[in-house]
């Protein structure tokens, strides 16, 4: 079980040990210059590869993307069946580099109810990466309601719902507690995503559509994120 902002010391700065991002804008990015939105979907994956490869000197322990909601089956179909695909080809092209990169790949929501080849490709691919030292958590199909009413159904199964038995049930039981949670795109909500863990999480929300995000980005959130003087409810 990883650990619980209550059972770690406040502290004011250091460095992020787990950051998430929700990946806003690839739509918008592609009608901005008159292009297909899988276009923007295409360039949204290319952003996810320069970022893993520019992980190394960050030193994060875990960065979690928001990759597909479990309501983005609200999309058109043509859209959702261009996301799948684009998850295929992802998953076939970039596995290698995960390896390659000492990549541990973490997958959160309800990603079994994803068509059976997907699947496949993830089950084999989390068991390729499993012996990498940093955590790369992506949300497939993945709404946090939904995680938390599926973890305190699990508690309650076990006899007892306290925060500490409920958080041992979610997806990220296992992961360090979430430090900083990122927007892109300008937008300023969570829309369903690490409600849980995000309760003393430092949020930055940036006006980059999500294909312009660099890792220098990423760099000078981490370098905010130290800054900032964080008392988990104290004084």
């Known amino acids: 079980m990883g650990d619980s902002p209550a059972s770690i010391a406040p502290r004011t700065s ?44 960050m030193e994060l322990d875990c960065l979690t993307l928001y990759a597909f909601s479990s309501e983005n089956w609200k999309r058109s179909v ?12 992802f998953i076939k092209s970039d596995l290698p580099d995960f390896v390659a990169n000492d990549v541990q ?10 068509a059976p080849d997907i699947v496949a490709m993830l089950e084999d691919a989390l068991t390729k990466t499993s012996n990498g030292s940093k955590k790369l958590a992506v949300a497939l199909n993945y709404g946090a309601q939904h995680e938390i009413a599926r973890a305190a159904a699990k508690a309650a199964a076990l006899g007892e719902i306290t925060p500490e038995t409920i958080a041992a049930q979610l997806d990220t039981h296992d992961l360090p507690p979430l430090d900083l949670l990122i927007r892109t795109s300008g937008e300023i909500r969570l829309s369903n995503f690490l409600l849980w863990q995000a309760a003393y999480a430092e949020m930055l929300f940036v006006d980059t559509l999500w294909p312009d995000f660099k890792p220098e980005h990423l760099e000078r959130a981490l370098d905010d994120f130290a800054q900032r003087e964080r008392r988990y409810g104290g004084r």
């Not at 901005?32 to 276009?39: I, N």
């Open 105 to 114: 790949l973490k997958i959160i929501g309800d990603w079994q109810s994803l």
């Open 78 to 89: 043509d859209e959702v069946d261009d996301l799948m695909n684009l998850m295929r080809r």
């Open 14 to 57: 250091g460095r992020a040990r787990h950051v998430a991002i929700i990946m806003d804008g690839n739509g918008r990015w592609a009608t901005k210059r008159g292009l297909p939105r899988a276009v923007g979907h295409q360039r949204g994956v290319e952003a996810v590869r320069r970022l893993v490869r520019g992980l190394e000197p």
